[in-house]
């Protein structure tokens, strides 16, 4: 009679694909959350040029930005402006136009459980499950008198008293800022002053409040105490190009966050 021999893997054959495979596994487990993570601030990153694309798009027809939402109003009544400034830019509602991270954390940027000035959103369809990006227009003119009396160790906490003859009421906005929640999902103290009633009761005008909010935004978020190009706070910056690290600075306390932290920041995008 004839033997037919069945052929298999040995048991050493066996444990070496085991083998490959957990070490397969084991890579993508390591490498898909960052490959994801980069793909996702991509995404964003393409979201914050439609979002200048469209803010110039305003810029070009009325020479200035928009409000944001609770300035006052250059005009003799001085009215406060309530109208969202992604319906002046004609991205009212339009999710993909909105911050990419900032999936059911609602209005709270820093978890902080307070809603701050800039944190504001109202007159948005309840629907959304993302918000806006946080919005803070400047004069630059203004901005740079404002610098210039602070200095670059500001802490923005409350409002110093060496800019307290400021006028806030801008001519017109040709600068801003565009804050994303980020990967972290928070803003880390930049968007909210850590006890904002303090701050509010700190200005000399609170009629204001809101212009004042977004110097102190734009001033934070823009911050290059190094002076070597990086944006001291973006995430980008912190994390890939380690503007986090205590040596990156005289003062190694400079690396901190506003809200006293270390981690690493939202994503900023500014235009000036």
């Known amino acids: 009679m004839k033997h037919t021999q069945l052929s298999g893997f040995t048991l050493i054959e066996l444990l070496t694909v085991i083998a490959i495979i957990a070490i397969l596994a084991a890579f993508t487990a390591t490498t898909l959350p960052r490959v994801l993570e980069r793909a996702r601030i991509a995404d964003t990153e393409n979201t914050l040029n439609q979002m200048r694309t469209a803010l110039t798009g305003y810029f070009t027809q009325y020479k200035t930005y928009p409000l944001g939402y609770g300035f006052v109003k250059r005009n003799p009544q001085g009215e406060i402006n309530t109208i969202p400034y992604m319906q002046l830019i004609g991205h009212h509602g339009e999710e993909k136009m909105y911050d990419y991270f900032s999936d059911g954390l609602g209005l709270d940027t820093d978890g902080n459980g307070h809603i701050g000035l800039l944190e504001e959103s109202p007159g948005e369809p309840p629907n959304l499950k993302k918000r806006p990006f946080i919005y803070a227009p400047v004069n630059k003119e203004t901005f740079e008198r404002f610098r210039r009396a602070v200095g670059e160790n500001w802490d923005g906490s409350t409002w110093p008293a060496a800019a307290s003859s400021l006028n806030l009421l801008a001519p017109r906005y040709d600068a801003f800022v565009l804050i994303s929640v980020g990967p972290y999902q928070s803003t880390a103290g930049i968007v909210e002053a850590p006890n904002e009633n303090a701050f509010i009761a700190s200005l000399p005008d609170q009629n204001f409040k809101y212009q004042a909010a977004a110097l102190r935004a734009y001033y934070l978020a ?13 995430y980008r910056a912190r994390t890939r190009q380690g503007e986090a ?11 901190l966050l506003p809200d006293g932290t270390n981690g690493p920041g939202p994503i900023i995008f500014h235009q000036d």
């Open 245 to 255: 690290k205590p040596e990156s600075y005289s003062n190694p306390d400079l690396r």
């Open 222 to 234: 823009t911050r290059d105490i190094n002076k070597n190009g990086l944006l001291d706070f973006d």
